[in-house]
T-cell receptor, first 116, second 113 residues
Framework: GAVVSQHPSWVICKSGTSVKIECRSL??????MFWYRQFPKQSLMLMAT?????????EQGVEKDKFLINHASLTLSTLTVTSAHPEDSSFYIC????????????FGSGTRLTVV | GDSVTQMEGPVTLSEEAFLTINCTYT??????LFWYVQYPGEGLQLLLK?????DKGSNKGFEATYRKETTSFHLEKGSVQVSDSAVYFC????????????FGPGTSLSVIP
């Protein structure tokens, strides 16, 4: 089935620094990538939708200047958390459509970000 | 807008007990319905899906039937195991590459020996 590789799986950074999270689709093209955020013991909240070669669409309340999304190729989408603060600590997960509903929506393994 | 509601957890069951996690949805059109499972410290895995009314999704002993008349997609398993302990998310989507997935709040399940 379709696989999305997400890296890093966890990262600890200092306040004020930036962190980049990568999601790569393996063996298929990901035209659209969805980025979610999950707080402890809560559901996944969609942050933004990126389409290859165009600007990302952000959900209401998500700061686009803080969460920079780049989808420069059909196999790679990145989320950069800029000037990170402790409140940005969370579990970030990417997802894309695996090609057909036999695969459904494939999720990356997630990145646990801790800002200290 | 579209939304998904799940029964609140956490749910604690003894091994071999019967499991039901209720899920209802609100959507325009005819969404595809999913159950995802998240094991501790991991990402999400698709557990099962149904793409149209009366479809039954099944996997690993879990089942759910797409009920359009009651807008429900309840998850069931006849005999749970300790290894089923996880968080379960009911979700819906339009079913195309451009449609986002909308998740329910999740239900935490703990199965004790």
């Amino acid at each position: 089935g379709a696989v999305v590789s997400q890296h890093p799986s966890w990262v600890i950074c200092k306040s004020g620094t930036s962190v980049k999270i990568e999601c790569r689709s393996l063996d298929f093209q990901a035209t659209t990538m969805f980025w979610y955020r999950q707080f402890p013991k809560q559901s996944l909240m969609l942050m933004a939708t990126s389409n290859e070669g165009s600007k990302a669409t952000y959900e209401q309340g998500v700061e686009k200047d803080k969460f920079l999304i780049n989808h420069a190729s059909l196999t790679l989408s990145t989320l950069t958390v800029t000037s990170a603060h402790p409140e940005d600590s969370s579990f970030y997960i990417c997802s894309t459509y695996g090609g057909d509903l036999d695969y459904g929506y494939t999720f990356g393994s997630g990145t646990r970000l801790t800002v200290v | 807008g579209d939304s998904v509601t799940q029964m609140e957890g956490p749910v604690t069951l003894s091994e071999e007990a019967f499991l039901t996690i209720n899920c209802t949805y609100t959507a325009t059109g005819y969404p595809s319905l999913f159950w995802y499972v998240q094991y501790p410290g991991e990402g999400l895995q698709l557990l099962l899906k149904a793409t149209k009314a009366d479809d039954k999704g099944s996997n690993k002993g879990f089942e759910a039937t797409y009920r359009k008349e009651t807008t429900s997609f309840h998850l069931e398993k006849g005999s749970v195991q300790v290894s089923d302990s996880a968080v379960y998310f009911c979700a819906l989507s339009g079913g195309t590459s451009y449609d986002k997935v909308i998740f329910g709040p999740g239900t935490s399940l703990s199965v004790i020996p």
